[in-house]
């Protein structure tokens, strides 16, 4: 669905589109912004995530190397699934911060939900079916026209989650070749 039509759709709604923007960290906050803008009008939503794979062992090494959440006290005897909730909501709002201070800036509220997952794609889809948003916005963190691009985050959330998807390319800092930057 082209931007056009989203547009239109947010019209035909009174501007009550609800918006899910999916990062990993690397999204460049500045389109997600605008176009976010652009698809809201005046009364529309948005909600931030991110998914955070968690290894079940990754919770040893959590333990034994004495990490503990940087906002909250932690206390040895939490249960595994407190441990990991809270390791999910720090790195979390970290890896979403500058969509979030973007969005802040430019006097859009958003919602946050942080994730556990090992399958990016179908929680970002399984997402968008519990909030039931309008569309999804995300960053390709690949090529597009690629072979390995319909094996992405990106076209599997497009497949599986039946909603429209606007997929932002890198910016050209984040396209170029980084050995190119060097010369």
């Known amino acids: ?5 989203l547009r239109k759709r947010a019209e035909t709604y009174d501007a009550q589109m ?3 923007i999916a990062t990993t960290g690397v999204l460049s906050p500045e389109p997600a912004v605008e176009f976010t803008r652009h698809l809201l009008g005046q009364h529309g939503r948005v909600t931030v995530t991110t998914v955070i794979e968690v290894p079940r062992g990754f919770l040893d090494t959590l333990r034994s190397e004495g990490w503990h959440p940087l906002t909250e006290e932690y206390e040895v005897a939490d ?3 407190a441990v990991i909730g809270r390791y999910v909501e720090e790195r979390g709002r970290r890896l979403t911060e500058p969509v979030i201070a973007a969005l802040k800036s430019a006097g859009i509220e958003a919602a946050t939900v942080f994730r556990e997952g090992g399958d990016p794609a179908g929680t970002i889809s399984q997402l968008a079916e519990d909030l039931d948003v309008d569309v999804v916005l995300l960053g390709a963190t690949r ?4 072979q390995s691009a319909w094996e992405s985050v990106s076209a599997r959330v497009m497949i599986e989650s039946g909603r429209p998807v ?10 170029q070749d980084p050995e190119e930057a060097l010369e």
């Open 1 to 5: 669905m082209g931007g056009d039509s």
């Open 18 to 20: 609800h918006v899910l």
């Open 79 to 81: 249960s595994d699934d």
């Open 143 to 146: 090529q597009i026209f690629d």
């Open 166 to 175: 606007l997929v932002l390319p890198p910016g050209r800092q984040e396209q």
